[in-house]
């Protein structure tokens, strides 16, 4: 049901009988009334002496009424953050109450403010305001005005926080003398905005804010803001256009009468470092650029040494962590024709640098066609290496262990990233992923060092503006977890681009457990073949000590060493993930201005001092080094005075801004 119009002058005339000013102690009555009395019977009084001064004993003097709306312990007191055109009127009241007519305000008056009052309707008697210059209507609910009810007396207009769509309705017939037009926070949208600002409708405009709207082209508003001759103050920010790396540089180098752009005093440092590059404006591409960052874990729990020894027969477990975010999906850029979103990572890891080595050139190829996400497998020591996913980006799989955590980012995952045993999906290979047993794949690490990549939006319909979830890489367990991600953005569909800034992007700290089992039978285990294999090792060793047989002497000992490590073949079961701790990073300072976001998200603590303990030791019985080191924390742990480390992550999202033009024409040539 939609409310009732309501109007300007309504609003008006509710807030005058909310001032109280026919009431006490204001206005006219007992209080007062020999001061209003008609002259006829004042003529006798006259003749007596200071009997003007003398009061009935029921009455008030103006000084004892002005006490009582002045002070603030008064119950007639004006309520707090009242205008000084409220105390005005109220003493009015009280010393000549004669004047409050209906002919008294609409010459008085020269600004009206009426703020959040659910105005909808700017009507025509708002002209009866002769001599008004300044109109404040925001945070009202208007969405179109009709300009012919706009007195033309007005030098200031604002209207920031309302529903307008189109600055259209102002142009019919303008206050011809406006100064100040504030249109922030409304909701104007489109290329044809920009032919609405030009000096033929307001030819005397000195400042102009329309930031926080939904403006996207930036070098058509430009261009109708340089007719503007007087025009020296400029808010463009919050505005999607804002978010595109030139943006300041050709604002200031095309408006240069310009003084203040975005709060920001223009100083001619700034103007000549930019200057020129108003020349290539039409050629920049219409794009924003962010470059996010993920450094170091800390504060993750040791959950390895909570497990079991594994049996000949299994479970091997691993632990890996990851952190995840996600970030808003480009529909116009180059992507737009599959649904996803241009990602590139600018700075690849150490760690995929080294695992591009390791694996032969035809599996780096096949995992470059493909979209299927990089898998874990045991190294011959039995340590976990690390996995790549696709190029630095994952999505989580669909078995979890915190399902109701994980369960808010289920709707960014795309089911063709990760297919169920035996689906298969465009670019990928079914060998790559096959059934075995029930519950069980034959995983293979696929790892290369990408440059690109596509991540595919959802299928299934999602509230705008839609993200995509990006992974770091998986990583074994550390005091300091570093994820070395960094990964650049580049979207040209800027509105939901705004909407996603303003929403904030969450992330997520993930816990992977894989249970690996043994493919094949287990090896035999009898004293028969032990001992059977202990004479041919005898032998062996004889023609070795003889010069004949030193090679196979050798091989024997390698293969006596092999025995004792895991297969190479594994069955893993799906991973089993782990919410370790999730929280949103606001990122609404980057439409404001600010061109970097960084923050150490702090999920407090989650590691015990139980794991703790456990972990010291086991590092202590490992590395000697490790012992001295640990020694002073195992003794504060057992002294009481040990304080584990919360769980936290480093987080670095950026915004590309040019600061010379000579950036700007740089990226321009390649």
């Known amino acids: 049901m939609e409310a009732p119009t309501r109007s300007v002058s309504a609003a008006v005339r509710e807030h005058l009988r909310q001032l109280c000013l026919q009431e006490f102690p204001c206005g006219t009555g007992s209080w007062n009334k020999s001061r209003f009395l008609p002259r006829t019977w004042r003529t006798w009084r006259e003749l007596m002496p200071r009997e003007e001064e003398a009061v009935s004993p029921r009455e008030e003097t ?3 009424l002005l006490d009582l709306v002045r002070s603030p312990d008064s119950p007639w007191a004006l309520l707090e953050g009242s205008s000084a055109e409220d105390r005005f009127l109220r003493e009015l009241a009280i010393q000549n109450p004669l004047m409050l007519k209906d002919s008294f305000f609409y010459s008085y008056f020269k600004s009206l403010r009426v703020v959040d009052k659910q105005v909808s309707l700017v009507d025509k008697d708002l002209l009866k305001f002769t001599k008004l210059e300044e109109l404040v209507l925001s945070a009202n609910r208007i969405k179109e005005i009709d300009a012919v009810n706009l007195p033309p007396t007005l030098k200031v207009l604002e209207l920031y926080g309302n529903e307008v769509t189109s600055v259209e309705c102002l142009c019919a017939r303008p206050p011809p003398g406006l100064q100040h037009l504030g249109l922030g926070h409304n909701k104007l949208l489109g290329p044809l905005e920009s032919l609405h600002v030009t000096a033929d409708h307001w030819p005397n405009l000195v400042s102009l804010d329309l930031g926080f709207n939904n403006l996207t082209d930036l070098q058509s508003m430009i261009a109708s803001l340089s007719t503007l001759q007087h025009l020296r103050l400029l808010v463009l920010q919050g505005n999607p256009l804002a978010l595109v790396p030139y943006y300041r540089g050709l604002t200031i180098d095309s408006l240069s009468r310009l003084c203040v752009l975005d709060d920001i005093t223009v100083s001619p440092s700034e103007k000549h470092l930019f200057r020129g590059l108003s020349h290539s404006g039409d050629l920049l591409a219409r794009e924003a650029q962010f470059v996010v960052t993920i450094g170091n874990v800390r504060g993750v729990p040791d959950t390895s040494v909570l497990d079991p020894e594994p049996g000949p027969q ?25 649904g996803g979103v241009l990602a590139e990572i600018v700075k690849p890891s150490p760690s995929l640098e080294r695992l591009g080595e390791e694996f032969p050139e035809e599996v780096i190829e096949e995992a470059e066609d493909s979209l299927e996400s990089g898998l874990t497998t045991q190294s011959q020591s039995g340590e976990l290496e690390e996995s ?3 190029g630095g980006s994952a999505p989580l799989p669909r078995l979890i262990d915190s399902a109701e955590e994980l369960a808010k980012l289920r709707p960014l995952i795309d089911p063709r990233l990760c297919p169920s045993p035996g689906r298969e999906f465009p670019g990928a290979h ?9 519950g069980s794949w034959t995983l293979q690490a696929v790892s290369y060092a990408a440059t690109a990549l596509w991540v595919m939006a959802p299928t299934s319909s999602s509230p705008s503006p839609r993200t995509v979830l990006f992974s770091t890489v998986r990583k074994p367990w550390a005091d300091a977890i570093p994820c070395n991600y960094e990964m650049q953005h580049t979207l040209k569909d800027l509105v939901p681009l705004k909407a996603f800034l303003l ?5 997520t700290i993930v816990e992977e457990k894989i249970l690996s089992w043994p493919e094949g039978p287990p090896p035999i285990d009898s004293s028969l073949s032990a001992k ?24 024997v000992q390698k293969g006596s060493k092999k025995k004792k490590e895991l297969p190479k073949e594994l069955l893993q079961d799906p991973p089993i993930l782990r919410v370790l701790g999730s929280g949103m990073v606001v990122l609404e300072p980057l439409l404001v201005g600010e061109p970097l976001v960084s923050t150490v998200c702090n999920f407090g603590l989650i590691r015990t001092l139980e794991s703790d303990r456990l972990t010291f030791l086991r590092d202590s019985k490992k590395n000697k080094k490790a012992k001295k080191e640990n020694k002073k924390s195992t003794v504060l742990m057992y002294e009481g005075d040990y304080q584990p480390e919360p769980l936290t992550v480093e987080v670095q999202i950026q915004l590309h801004q040019y600061r010379s033009a000579e950036e700007a024409l740089r990226a321009l040539a390649l």
């Open 62 to 64: 103006v000084e004892a």
């Open 314 to 338: 299994g479970p091997f477990i691993t632990y890996s962590y990851y952190v995840t975010y996600h970030f808003v999906e480009d529909e116009e850029g180059e992507g737009s024709e599959y």
């Open 388 to 390: 790549l996913v696709s």
């Open 430 to 438: 079914s060998e790559r992923l096959r059934p075995r047993s029930l």
């Open 503 to 507: 929403a904030g992007t969450t992330v």
């Open 532 to 555: 059977k294999g202990k004479g041919e090792k005898d032998k062996k060793y004889k023609k070795g000590r003889d010069g004949k047989g030193e090679k196979e002497a050798v091989k």
